[in-house]
């Protein structure tokens, strides 16, 4: 089983987000990852997200590390694993932002984005980590509106149909 690991030295400061995107992008094109595939979108959110908590939350210099390759599991075939490693001990906080909150979403983006996640001490520090397969299914939207038959036998297109509730 072969691993592709590259990785990217993030300094402590929030400007390095773009970058570590930019250099992220790069490398998913050359992984063959294309540049507009939904795949490659997600995964530059990730990355995102994870560089950002660890440069502005830690003030620390981190190291954003991708794996594509072989086997089942971490960099399995089929799966890109995303790491953000930085020296700060404290382990992440999963928030709950609320509203016009403009902050406190970052591990929950990761969560639900990532077929798997979390986190791991790593030296004097942590690693999180997130998993995305990339054989996961894929939504086809068909070109023609789905067509509703009624009780009684009558077709309607939506979004004419108009359903109400009875349940007096």
Do not use: Y
Not at 14 to 31: D, I, M, Q, T, Y
Request: proline letters at 8%.
């Amino acid at each position: 089983m072969q691993v592709l690991q590259v990785q990217l030295e993030v300094g402590p400061d929030p400007a390095e987000v773009g970058r570590a995107r930019r250099w992220a992008r790069s490398r998913l094109v050359g992984s063959g990852i294309g540049d507009d595939e939904p795949l490659a979108e997600t995964l530059i959110l990730l990355i995102s997200e994870l560089v950002t908590n660890a440069v502005v939350h830690t003030g620390c210099p981190a190291v954003l590390r991708m794996l594509f390759g072989g086997g089942g599991g971490a960099g399995g075939a089929g799966t890109v694993r995303v790491e953000v490693a930085d020296a700060s001990d404290r382990p992440p906080l999963q928030r709950h932002a609320e509203g016009e909150d403009t902050n406190g979403r970052g591990l929950e983006l990761v969560d639900g984005l990532a077929d798997r996640w979390g986190w791991q001490p790593e030296g004097a520090g942590k690693q999180i980590w997130c998993e995305v397969d990339r054989g996961g299914p894929v939504v086809a939207v068909p070109d023609t509106p789905p067509k509703v038959v009624l009780q009684g036998g009558e077709v309607c297109t939506p979004p004419a149909c108009v359903f109400t509730d009875h349940l007096a």
